[in-house]
């Protein structure tokens, strides 16, 4: 069950390399922290900061396919517990994550699943062990709230990627593995073949290229921290969106509400990775494109829709806080350094 259906049904460690380039969070100034890069045989924390699973066995389940990913694996305390439609109470999911960081046998971290429950941890985080303790933190959806508040907070470097409940298909495991670990400069792009039949393709919103550090994730998610501490900083930097079953005029809503918050007018680019089950034919309703020309093209940057991000089984993993740059026309984000050490 994705996100959307899901609220529909409820009616201490190894420090990485601190770079010397400046990130302004809302708070104040920080510098960019890349983390350790995960090889395999290292350690993998397994959190639930925002909705339990519904069956325990889930669990399980998950852990054992981590493992036979190459990598070992420890089960936070907090994360099987219940409390509703959470994982446990707020400040358990929150003592998870806290201590994952401060743990010096946990080289990166992996939520079992997203959902819903975030937003309710970020005051209950301790942004200075994790600056102090960086390490890979990879999720997407709900954990959008997360891998933004911390590169807010912190300057460490997060990931878009996949988390624990997903369909490890070959093409997520590998995009995984390399925003993880690899080394070199590398470009993502929207496969030209039927890589995913029920994908958005690529979509040009404007043309042209943009640079800048890649931030965002989960539309939903992010319009629910606007006004916050707990946002990053957008002026000229590249916005990623990804969303799942709205309809669309409720994109529609997110979208101007990002756009009477200034946002469209500080971002360098815009990058619309797949908007699952959003463009639901009727014969009142604006399109998605319809939307997006409307909302993004005024703006003059560049923008492009169809990446392949979000809620679906084929996903890249990208690192947010790290700096980038994106085509329009060829849909291409490409990451001209490393985002791991």
């Not at 709230?145 to 997060?158: D, E, F, R, V």
């Not at 990931?159 to 997520?172: I, N, R, S």
């Not at 994109?251 to 619309?272: A, C, E, H």
């Not at 463009?279 to 829709?305: C, M, W």
Request: with cysteine.
């Amino acid at each position: 069950m994705d996100r959307t259906s899901f609220l529909k049904l409820l009616g201490y460690g190894s420090v990485g390399s601190i770079v010397g380039q400046s990130v302004v969070g809302r708070t104040k100034s920080q510098k960019m922290i890349r983390p350790k890069k995960l090889q395999q045989g290292d350690t993998i924390g397994l959190i639930s900061p925002a909705s339990r699973l519904p069956k325990k066995k889930q669990y399980d389940k998950i852990i054992k396919q981590v493992k036979e990913l190459g990598y070992k694996v420890k089960v936070g305390k907090n994360a099987r517990d219940t409390y509703g439609y959470f994982a446990g109470h707020d400040e358990q999911r929150a003592a998870d994550l806290n201590r994952m960081f401060a743990d010096d046998s946990v080289d990166a971290i992996l939520p079992f699943r997203g959902g819903w429950g975030c937003n309710r941890i970020l005051n209950l985080i301790d942004y200075d062990v994790i600056r102090n303790n960086p390490k890979i933190l990879v999720g997407f959806s709900d954990i959008t709230s997360l891998l933004n508040a911390i590169y807010a907070k912190t300057g460490l470097i997060t990931f878009h990627g996949p988390v624990g409940k997903v369909d490890w298909t070959d093409y997520t495991t590998k995009h995984f593995r390399k925003g993880l670990s690899y080394q070199d400069p590398y470009t993502l792009d929207i496969p030209k073949n039927d890589l995913c039949e029920d994908c958005n393709s690529l979509s040009v919103i404007s043309p042209g290229k943009a640079t800048g550090r890649l931030l965002g994730g989960n539309l939903s998610v992010l319009t629910a921290m606007m006004g916050s501490d707990y946002t990053p900083d957008w002026e000229g930097n590249i916005l990623l969106l990804e969303d799942v079953g709205e309809d669309v005029y409720r994109i529609d809503r997110m979208l101007t509400q990002l756009k009477l918050n200034g946002v469209f007018d500080k971002i360098s680019g815009l990058v619309f990775g797949q908007c699952s089950s959003c463009d639901r034919a009727n014969s009142y309703s604006l399109t998605l494109e319809q939307v997006f020309d409307d909302h993004i093209k005024p703006f003059g940057i560049p923008a492009y829709s169809g990446a392949m991000f979000g809620h679906i089984n084929k996903m890249v993993t990208l690192p947010v806080g790290m700096p980038a740059e994106m085509n329009a026309q060829q849909g291409t984000i490409t990451l001209p350094e490393p985002a791991t050490v």
